[in-house]
């Protein structure tokens, strides 16, 4: 494709990408379709010869468009938000455009000095003391990972990466709540530990790490000659957005020297504004933070920012350097492949460098607030009705609730409630998921995609009490 | 930003973006910068208001792209290309718009499908049997982290994961050949088996692992009682592009119960050339194989592929799925967020299928055999200089070489090679790398960019022997 069809190509996408952007909250928000159905629409070989862009973007908007879940739809109450933005978008263009690759930094200056950058800007906006430097890793699981990686690096003095697991002189264990997310049970089976070495430390009527049940399980090992090795504290749990206490969680690991990660995945969004840091208090103490700039931040999949104290940690656990990768800089720069697994590093900073400067940091502020208080009115509403009741505390954009009409069983509960979410969906204006909190299945509504008003919750909530008095009606 | 906003700033990158694909060969390949350079331009403060999009891609020009390297660049001869294209920028614009995330199959059904199909499409490209399975992964830094963690779950029994390194009955150890990527070496230490339990296998005079050389080393290993977990076969190493004999080491493989992932991250993608097959005799045996579309096959970072024979092994090894992922779906569909490390997904199927029908499959192989060929031709006119040596066999579009003037020892050859790469990069035209060969100083010099063609090849040339002359005259 020439560059001059490509540029007609390009403006023809871009008509049909505003139109998305204005149009996308009147499309259904989840598809109709059943398994298989797109797949039955693709041919099952590869064209032998070349086909004109046109036939292409006709196909993507007739087969692959109605057969999308529609994420940045402002009726996205599921699982969390993953949001782009306009300014994210065009920072897409380019960079797709570049095409660079960053995992040196002679192989894309200003790749990792704009990252360097931004990520200091993101450590000013989260109030992060100057000690932390940053990085841009894909996911919160492969940043978990990267945790569970380094720890266990530091906890067999530095003899893991050539010994293996062998190098440990004790066996090393891994503490997290009941309620953290699956990445800590799967970035601990894959660093090794194995996942019978997770400790699943008990949880309050709040969901939040138990510190005293933290304690008893850190002795517990210690006396059995176990090693502990990291605490993985969460700000904002996948099920509730529950809080662990970081201040005493971080005194217990001071004392035992054991590595503190926080997984601040979702919520680390929220520590940009001031009056909300309080629920953050103690992050200051760990060793690595990582919060998703993806999810609440307005920044496309995938922007995990990842912030360690000590980045020797990381080269130590990560550094490699081969003869044909070797450039005459290295000593005098950052080079981000040896701070993560992946060799390979797309141009992730600059679409964080065009939403911070769009939006600006009381931009961010302003949509981030403006989803809280949406969520806390929502929570209102919810308490006030005796027939529904709040599952959790909702101190950020989630809120945990079920319908609960009188003279029903708990498993009679669950059921219902598994069926007034399914009528809520049904309709394609909104999507929202569930989870189980204390073994009860609970609705999980998050307010945090980018166009969501006020609007959106009201119908929202009148949404579900209409599916209920249908369900009511019908039985 | 106003949707309407969006679409005038996104037509004004278009002709940014249009320009740049016509006009980037005229740019300096490798900017003229100093570390700290770029960031000294960039305020250390995020900024608290918005900024208008205007004055960000003034900046995005006038302090980025001055201060990249520009991998699209038709002069690019460094490592191996990362190739974009027209069709793949395209659909990077779309999957950005969308902004979707396909870790389940019901949280984008289209995603998911699109990705069985292309991928099956590639595994018909490549001539593999139908019962290879694939999956896009990012990195092939991450796909041979992935078999080798598969690898150590299928070499305990599928106990690691629970009970950690120690379930193994004997250690474990992994083979590559001395040539292999250093990601093998990093996947070793990341997955615990400890980076002393890699065994170096020796090259021939090839650099091809030599398989009486691994037969010897799994025969000294299960003499001591260490269990053999996995060999990974290069096809395509990166320092010269060698070629593992798979066959025997597939016999070897499949006699000691090891697991056999082939690495082929550069060179897969000449396999869909049916004269270049005989490169890959044995693939088929493979239990795993990578090949990074991203490399040569026009689609851009991240895209890898990753076959595999049983994905019960990715599923026994990465499989989680908590409450709050559960859908109503999963027992009829594949959730590819238990195919690897991460959860969240980005839609990259979509970038391929563009990519494969914009080209056809007989446009991505006239692309390759046109890069052999030039290859080949350089390699030719390398040979026929006396002055010149080709240092290894250039079966794909890797040619290895270093100026051999008369009279010099090895290391003052290895010294002037040096001089000579920077010199020949110093122009801003093309951009070389080096390795070293058997501790031989040796110059790299890939065809493999999109729009790399004879002219650019043979300026190269030229520019060698011109700077080689005009080192010779400043002795």
Known sequence: MHPDEFRRHAHAAVDWMADYLRDVGALPITPAVSPGDIRRQIPETPPLDAEPFDALLDDFRQVIVPGMTHWNHPGWFAYFPCNNSPPSILAEMLTATLGAQGMSW?????ATELEQV?????RQMLALPPDFVGVIQDTASTATLV??????ERATGGRSGAEGLAAADAPLAVYASREAHSSVDKGVKLAGYG???????????????RPDALAAALERDRAAGIRPACVVATVGTTSSTAIDPLRPIAELCRRAGVWLHVDAAYAGAAAIVPELRTLFDGMETADSIVFNPHKWLLTNFDC???FVRDPSALLSTFQATPEYLRTAYDADVVNYRDWGIQLGRRFRALKLWFVIRSYGVEGLRALVRRHVALAQELAGWIAADPEYELLAPAPFGLVCFR????????????ALNARLLAAVNAGGERFLTHTRLGGTYTIRLVVGQRETGREHVRAAWDAVREAAGGLQASR
Do not use: N
């Open 118 to 122: 931004v990520m200091d800007w993101l």
């Open 403 to 414: 319908w609960r009409p009188p003279g029903r069983s708990e498993q009679e509960l669950d």
């Open 304 to 306: 995990t920012a990842y």
């Open 106 to 110: 002679a192989t894309s200056p200003a």
């Open 147 to 152: 945790a569970l990686l380094t720890a266990r």
């Open 195 to 209: 996942l019978d070495r997770l400790r699943h430390i008990d949880t309050d009527e709040r969901y939040a790490m």
